[in-house]
């Protein structure tokens, strides 16, 4: 019997260890991949307060030996079932253990949708970014294409634009979904927008260095020469298998100012959070809030 468990080891998942277990509670954390989460996978974080340039890798395992130090219990396993209702909740693992908690916070993050074209894995940190906050400041004075037409995309293209030579929005319709507001920005700005099409390929060596375009509308390919592409086309959630937490339209858990979801007991944080902003900073905030409810009371 845990006081708190924490789904998920992402940059959310590892601050509420810390800040549970230094509030002393007893604390298992469950993952089922690797320590990090979206996270690791960034070559070079810049924005993280205090940190003037790591890795996602290095700062994700410095907060586990964090956690390990205060007295964390890592369990690396898959969830084959969750029960959150009544005063002990209980989460059963692939492997048939079963671990009960007084109080369950869920950390189980968000994955950015993928084009799902040629090379994008092997340009991923090589040119291939979904974050234009987080990996936009090494395209300074560079050329970039932003993939999509909603809000994100809009946003990222924009901001981009005060950092990039030129900057590309690429949309499969002929009107984006943005707000009428971005819209009517991005048509004030020098954004270029490239309309009806899709990406096709991804080119390059080392680094990506050409975008492979095709009109839908006349099967007709184009070329355009970048040195970075933004993805832009939603986040999915890892919000399945908890049943009766309240959810967003867009799948995201839904909670108050201190990370209560509508259960009893159970706290969701970091990206599966409904939130405006998704960062390392605000997941960690996050954590850090959750498990002070918890070791407080509130």
Not at 41 to 65: E, R, V
Not at 72 to 91: H, M, Q
Not at 115 to 137: M, R
Request: hydrophobic share 40%; net charge negative; glycine share 12%.
């Amino acid at each position: 019997m845990y006081d708190v468990v924490i789904i998920g080891a992402g940059p959310a998942g590892l601050s509420a260890g810390i800040y549970a277990c230094r509030g002393g509670l007893k604390v298992a954390i469950i993952e089922n991949k690797s320590v990090g989460g979206q996270a690791q996978t960034a070559a070079d974080i810049q924005n993280y307060p205090g940190i003037k340039s790591t890795s996602g890798f290095d700062l994700c395992y410095a907060m586990m030996n964090q956690c390990i130090e205060f007295g964390a219990e890592f369990v690396f396993d898959s969830i084959a079932s969750v029960s959150l209702v009544g005063e002990t909740k209980t989460i059963g693992l692939a492997s048939g253990n079963v671990v009960e908690a007084k109080n369950v916070i869920i950390a189980s993050g968000a994955n950015a949708r993928k084009l799902g074209v040629p090379n994008e894995s092997k340009f991923i940190g090589k040119g291939v970014s979904y974050c234009a906050t987080c990996d936009g400041a090494f395209f300074k004075g560079k050329t970039v294409a932003v993939i999509g037409g909603g809000n994100t995309a809009a946003e990222d293209a924009l901001y981009l634009e005060k950092l990039a030579k030129k900057v590309y929005m690429v949309h499969r319709r002929d009107a984006l979904r943005a707000d009428d507001i971005l819209v009517k920005r991005l048509e004030k700005s020098g954004v270029e927008i490239v309309w009806n099409s899709v990406v096709e390929n991804l080119d390059g060596e080392d680094k990506i260095t050409q975008l492979t375009l095709k009109n839908i509308k006349t099967d007709t390919l184009t070329t355009i020469s970048v040195d970075g592409v933004f993805v832009a086309i939603g986040q999915t959630p890892n919000s399945q298998g908890f049943e009766n937490v309240s959810l967003s339209s867009g799948g995201y858990i839904i909670t108050d100012k201190n990370m209560h979801t509508n259960i009893d007991g159970v706290y969701a944080v970091g990206d599966v959070r409904e939130k405006s902003l998704r960062q390392v900073v605000t997941a960690c905030a996050d954590g850090a809030i959750a498990a002070n409810a918890i070791v407080n009371g509130i």
